[in-house]
């Protein structure tokens, strides 16, 4: 698997769990990384910029993701597939490095994995929205 691939895993493995328990930032990122066993200090960066990017914009994040996903609230999507949304999201509108379909590519791929069914579908969806919507300038380079 490849770095970034592994990174992705491992935010949306942060995230679920900050979603779910509540806990700390910090902690929660730190807990993760000992019950791991992951040599490679470039997944564990590219991952903490992930979790730390989403958190840092969350208001932002959800408001897109919400205004592209159309008669769904977030709160009301799969934590799965939200906080696939939020990275790719994330990606999309402050990594002006990371190509978009790569981010949309590597979500859709996350929620086929982690995700029920009509995961991949759905997450590929609104992610062409916000795509869309505010990524063309992004696409040229």
């Known amino acids: 698997m490849r770095k ?9 493995k942060i995230l679920y769990g ?22 490679d200090s470039g997944v564990q960066e590219f991952a903490s910029i992930l979790v730390k990017g989403v958190l840092e914009n ?5 408001k897109e993701i919400s205004k592209s996903a159309a008669n ?14 939020r990275i790719a999201t994330f990606e999309l509108l402050f990594k002006q490095d990371i190509p978009p ?13 982690f995700g029920d069914v009509d995961s991949g579908r759905f997450v590929n969806g609104i992610l062409d929205k916000i795509n869309k919507t505010y990524c063309q300038d992004k696409q040229s380079k």
């Open 4 to 12: 970034r691939t592994r990174s992705r895993e491992c935010a949306l």
């Open 18 to 39: 900050i979603d779910i328990t509540g806990d700390a930032i910090q902690e929660s990122i730190d807990n993760f990384w000992q019950s791991q066993e992951i040599e």
């Open 58 to 62: 969350l208001d932002r994040i959800d």
């Open 72 to 85: 769904w609230q977030l709160k009301r999507m799969a934590v799965i597939d939200r906080n696939i949304l």
């Open 101 to 113: 379909k790569v981010s949309i590519n590597e979500a859709v791929d996350l929620a086929k994995r």
